[in-house]
C-alpha cells in the first residue's frame, strides 16, 4: 500500500503539469480554432527567460513575474503572426505555421542557451516528502495545487465574467459576435495570451523542479495534448479529467513492476509512453464521432 501511495503522489505533477498546459491548449482552441502544436514554445520561452534574469542576480520574483510576461507576449506573437494573418488559408495551414515557430524557436534556444540540460532557479521550496519506500521532492509535489488554483481561477473567468463570455461567443460566432459588439480578433488575441500565462507558469515550475533544455522543455508538452483530446478541446472540466488520466498513467504505471507477470512490460523505458498511447486510442475511438463533430463545426465559423 506504501508503494502505491508513493507512485500516485509520484503522479500528481503530471496531473498539475498537464492541467495546467492542456488548459492553455483548450483556451487557445475554443478562441482560434487553432490547435496550436507551437504550445511548448511559450512554456520554455517563460523558463528561459527565468533563468537568464535569476542569472543577472534579478530576484528570483521579478524573474518570474518577467518570464511569465515574456510567455504572454509570445502568445500575443503566435496570434498575430500564425493565426490573424493566415485566417484566410484556413485552420490547418494556421496549424502548420505553429509547428513552424516551434522548429524555429528549438534552434535559436538551443543556438542560445546550448542544447545541454541547464540548473533553472527552484520557484518551490526545497526538501521532500518522505514515506518509508521513497520521497517526493516538494518542488515537483508543489506544482499539484498550483494547477488547482490556476484551473479554479480559469474556470470562474469562463463561467462567471462577461470576459469569459464574449470569448466563447466570440468562438462560437464571430460575426454574430461582432455584430453584438464584440471584437473577435482582441477576444482570441486575449485567449492566446492566457494561453501563454498558463504554459509559462507549467514551464517555469517544471524546469525548477527537473531541469531545462530546449527539446525536454518545448516537447514535453506533448502529453498534455493527448489530456486536451482526452477530455475534448471543447471543454475546460474535460481536460481536467483528461489531464488526470494522463497524469496517473504515467505516474502509475512503474509501480505495477512488484508484480512478476507484467513487470518486464512496465518497467522498461518509454512504458508509461505505450501504456498512454493504448488508453488513448481506445478513449477516443470510442467516442470519435463527438471528436469529428466538433472539428467540423470549428470549419464553418
Not at 68 to 79: F, P, Q, S, V
Not at 143 to 150: E, S, T
Request: glycine content about 14%.
Amino acid at each position: 500500500m506504501t508503494t502505491i501511495v508513493l507512485y500516485l503522489l509520484l503522479s500528481l505533477p503530471f496531473v498539475g503539469a498537464y492541467l495546467l498546459l492542456g488548459l492553455g491548449i483548450t483556451v487557445i482552441y475554443q478562441a482560434s480554432r487553432v490547435l496550436n502544436l507551437a504550445h511548448g514554445v511559450m512554456a520554455m520561452t517563460a523558463a528561459y527567460f527565468c533563468y537568464q534574469l535569476f542569472k543577472w542576480h534579478v530576484p528570483l520574483v521579478f524573474a518570474v513575474l518577467l518570464g511569465l510576461g515574456a510567455a504572454t507576449l509570445m502568445g500575443l506573437l503566435l496570434e498575430r503572426i500564425f493565426v490573424r494573418r493566415l485566417r484566410a488559408s484556413g485552420p490547418t495551414t494556421q496549424t502548420v505555421g505553429t509547428v513552424a515557430a516551434l522548429s524555429f524557436a528549438i534552434a535559436l534556444a538551443s543556438r542560445i542557451w546550448g542544447a545541454l540540460p541547464v540548473r533553472a532557479p527552484a520557484v518551490l521550496p526545497s526538501g521532500a516528502l518522505h514515506l518509508s519506500r521513497g520521497f517526493v521532492p516538494w518542488a515537483q509535489l508543489g506544482i499539484f495545487p498550483i494547477a488547482l488554483v490556476g484551473g479554479g481561477l480559469l474556470f470562474a473567468l469562463f463561467r462567471f465574467t462577461d470576459v469569459g463570455l464574449a470569448m466563447r461567443g466570440a468562438a462560437q460566432n464571430r460575426r454574430g459576435a461582432a455584430l453584438r459588439g464584440v471584437d473577435p480578433d482582441r477576444t482570441a488575441a486575449l485567449a492566446w495570451a492566457l494561453g501563454g500565462l498558463l504554459a509559462g507558469l507549467a514551464g517555469i515550475l517544471l524546469a525548477g523542479a527537473n531541469g531545462l533544455d530546449p527539446f525536454t522543455s518545448s516537447l514535453g508538452v506533448l502529453p498534455a495534448f493527448v489530456a486536451a483530446l482526452l477530455g475534448g478541446l471543447e471543454s475546460t472540466t474535460g481536460v481536467a479529467a483528461g489531464a488526470a488520466v494522463v497524469g496517473i498513467v504515467q505516474g502509475m504505471v512503474p509501480a505495477f513492476g512488484v508484480f512478476p507477470s507484467v513487470s518486464h512490460l512496465v518497467q522498461g523505458q518509454g512504458a508509461p509512453q505505450l501504456v498512454l498511447g493504448a488508453v488513448a486510442l481506445v478513449v477516443m475511438a470510442s467516442r470519435g464521432a463527438r471528436l469529428v463533430t466538433g472539428d467540423v463545426r470549428g470549419e464553418t465559423l
